[in-house]
């Protein structure tokens, strides 16, 4: 059963944009964690952003901070990630990813590793080139 259904990949050139959804259901969307995962092959998880959905705080990596955004739908369960001024280094397959149990304070604090999180999409690649 699909929990998290992520759209919007695709390739670039590098100082493009791409923008990711990330739709569920409106129990999970409530659950209150989001995040975005990325994992470049040969690489660790890298927990890019997150977002507490109760009221819109918000976490980034230093990778992404500035260039990246996520925000929230709350009519339509969904959270976005606009990817702005892309790099190649930001070539990856994008994960989204909620959590029932992380509270505000940890969930926009970070860093992100991803145990703390229940639910996970499938994932969806982009790509960079130079």
């Known amino acids: 059963q699909v929990q998290l259904v992520e759209s919007g990949g695709g390739s670039v050139q590098a100082g493009g944009s791409l923008r990711l959804s990330c739709a569920t259901s409106?129990?999970?969307?409530?659950?209150?964690?989001m995040a975005w995962f990325r994992q470049a092959p040969g690489k660790e998880r890298e927990g890019v952003a997150s977002?507490?959905?109760?009221?819109?705080?918000?976490y980034y990596a230093d990778s992404v901070k500035g260039r990246f955004t996520i925000s929230q739908s709350n009519a339509k369960s969904t959270v976005y990630l606009q990817m702005n001024s892309l790099r190649p280094e930001d070539t990856a397959m994008y994960y989204c990813a909620a959590s029932e149990g992380l509270g505000g304070v940890y969930c926009s604090g970070g860093p992100l590793f991803g145990k703390e999180f229940d639910y996970w999409g499938q994932g969806t690649q982009v790509t960079v080139s130079s």
């Open positions: 409106v129990r999970i969307y409530r659950s209150n964690c």
């Open positions: 977002i507490y959905t109760g009221d819109g705080r918000t």
